[in-house]
């Protein structure tokens, strides 16, 4: 997110009204994408020695607590 724009930083966008706006959609579309698929795979480990999850939030839920 800090370098979402390539070579931008978020704070670089300070003051341009649009490329907030667009930084905000985009960033929006991302978190929903990502919470929205069941993959059964998410986890912090590809060897499966701790559980994996169907859903992105899931994995966080966990990950949180």
Not at 15 to 32: F, H, N, T, V
Request: avoid cysteine; charge should be negative.
């Amino acid at each position: 997110m800090f370098e979402w724009i390539p070579g931008q930083t978020a704070r670089s966008l300070a003051g341009d009204d649009e490329a907030l706006l667009r930084l905000g959609a985009q960033l929006g579309e991302s978190i929903a994408r990502l919470h929205a698929p069941s993959l059964g795979s998410f986890g912090s480990r590809l060897d499966g020695s701790v559980p994996s999850f169907d859903r992105w939030m899931d994995y966080v839920s966990y990950r949180i607590d």
